[in-house]
């Protein structure tokens, strides 16, 4: 019972289990965090508990897949974290983290995103990359990447969280009224409308160098990653419990 970090937590202590541990146990969820994307998608919705907790009594199983981000922390330890959801680089993980200070200042959640989306306009808008994606190097200043098995809070809409495929969208630079329009389009559900996001569908991205750009996953922030990192996807390895 939660959101998506809280969902995202679970997945990862599943996936630290013998895949035949992890085929006796189906995972749900009752939506009731600050996020509930990948609930949403399935059309479990806040607040409607009785008809969430029939469906889930209902059993009714979908295999899902799980991403995995592989990277190495300040230390050179080797580190992995499953996402059901996304990961994002950049910009939008960097609102996490002025999110996630204002909030231990102010309390709110509602004000601390207000103020985050204020001192957004003051902060670094770009990061210098360097990104394989399929045959394609990416090697520029980019605003936000986010890699999606599911709906990726808007930016991943095309992705299907049980066909072994990533989506990926890439935000180049974009003027400070193109950024407005963007964040209309997002929540619009036209996010890939906008000329300076740039999609993919992929099996794995390699992030050479982002050094400089903080990196969210499924809305939780982890230790930026030293070097390179890989995204990839494992499909059909999660037991979820979906609605009739």
Known sequence: MGGDSALNDAVNCLMREDR?????????????????????????????????????????????????????????????????NCVNVGLVADIMNLRQQTRSLLGSRTLSFIVSFFLMLFHRMEYKMRIRINSDVVDRKIMTMCV????????????????????????????FLQVLAGLWLLV??????????????????VVEDAKHAFVGVDG?????????????????VVNFLIPD
């Not at 939780?220 to 059909?236: A, D």
């Open 148 to 175: 999606g098995c599911g709906p990726g809070y808007g930016q991943t809409p095309r992705a299907i969280p049980y066909d072994g495929l990533l989506d990926v969208s890439v935000v180049y630079h974009a003027e």
């Open 20 to 84: 035949v541990v992890r085929d006796e146990i189906a995972l749900g969820v009752i939506p009731n965090g600050v996020m509930n994307d990948f609930a949403r998608y399935w059309n479990f919705k806040e607040g409607s508990l009785e008809q969430t907790v029939d469906w889930l009594a209902k059993r009714r199983v979908r295999k899902v897949d799980v991403g995995c981000i592989s990277y190495q922390n300040k230390a050179g330890e080797a580190h992995q974290r499953y996402f059901l």
């Open 220 to 236: 939780r922030l982890i230790e930026k990653p030293k070097g390179t990192y890989r995204l990839t996807v494992e499909q059909e």
């Open 188 to 205: 619009t559900g036209r996010f890939l409308n906008h000329s300076s996001v740039h999609p993919y569908r992929t099996r794995e991205v």
